[in-house]
Nanobody, 122 residues
Framework: QVQLVESGGGLVQAGGSLRLSCAASGRTFSSYAMGWFRQAPGKEREFVAATRWSGGSTHYADSVKGRFTISRDDATNTVYLQMNSLTPEDTAVYYC???????????????WGQGTQVTVSS
């Protein structure tokens, strides 16, 4: 099973930017779909963004479309989430996830990182 380690979270003012990184173990990273999810206090975990296996498409939650960008570097087994124009509503623990099936449907993500906290102040 793939191991995932997120980094890059922190405290940022509204309107600012952060880039999250997720380092993955495993020799078949390029065949995985990779995703980002988040969970705010008192709320359920929600989908943020996903990228299909290498060369595949990306898709986003409506709430982040146009502000967040997911990308991957298969040479280093790393997936990124560039977050721009952050608002306090983006405050949450952000989790990286992997789908070995490669298609990135929300229900297929089965491996999770430990999460990284993102806090956006107003």
């Amino acid at each position: 099973q793939v191991q995932l380690v997120e980094s890059g979270g922190g405290l940022v003012q509204a309107g600012g930017s952060l880039r999250l990184s997720c380092a993955a173990s495993g020799r078949t990273f390029s065949s995985y779909a990779m995703g980002w999810f988040r969970q705010a206090p008192g709320k359920e975990r929600e989908f943020v963004a996903a990228t299909r296996w290498s060369g595949g498409s990306t898709h986003y939650a409506d709430s982040v479309k146009g502000r967040f960008t997911i990308s991957r570097d298969d040479a280093t087994n790393t997936v990124y989430l560039q977050m721009n124009s952050l608002t306090p509503e983006d405050t949450a623990v952000y989790y990286c996830a992997a789908d070995p099936g490669g298609l990135g449907y929300v229900e297929d993500f089965g491996s999770w990182g430990q999460g990284t906290q993102v806090t956006v102040s107003s």
